[in-house]
């Protein structure tokens, strides 16, 4: 009897620890960029990193894991990554669910399927070309904006940290 509670405790005890199992439901899908929007703009004291990126664009795939490492770093503070996919809204299934579960992506992920961009790239920053990947950091007033590619986890704490840390 003991055998199975110690066993019972170990499998429940190796869920906890996993990472999380995306599915379509789990993937807020935004029509269009005035719905999402407020994502860009929060009114309270969270730091947030946001990041525009797509499972097609290579420099945006080599980055995600160090914004997957900062989420560990900063676990205890008021801190949120926001993963943006632009990707197609038809390839949700077949492509962004099952590259979220193999990469272990535990950040929030939402996809913006407003194809018409040059509608809403000034609004993110006027300075965007439309290139991703790009990064927002943001606190209130606070602000910052990173059209490049990151190369490695210290450099967006680099890009945080200012602002995490500015009371």
């Known amino acids: 009897m003991l055998r199975y509670v110690i066993v019972g405790l170990f499998l429940s005890l190796s869920f906890l620890g996993s990472a999380q199992e995306w599915s379509v439901d789990k993937v807020r899908v935004y029509q269009t960029f005035d719905e999402m929007e407020p994502l860009l703009h929060p009114q309270n004291d969270t730091t947030y990193l946001i990041n525009f990126w797509a ?77 991703i990947p790009i990064t927002i950091v943001r606190r209130g007033d606070q602000y910052a904006f990173y059209e490049k590619e990151f190369h490695s986890e210290q450099e967006l704490i680099d890009i945080v940290s200012p602002i995490l840390n500015h009371k």
């Open 55 to 131: 499972t097609w664009c290579g420099p945006c795939v080599k980055e995600l894991p160090y914004f997957e490492e900062i989420n560990q770093t900063y676990a205890d503070q008021a801190f949120k990554t926001i993963l943006i996919s632009l990707d197609l809204e038809k390839k949700i299934e077949a492509k962004l669910i099952p590259f979220l579960n193999k990469k272990g992506i535990k950040s929030e992920v939402v996809l913006l399927a407003d194809g018409k961009a040059h509608r809403w790239i000034d609004k993110v920053d006027p300075s965007w070309s439309g290139a």
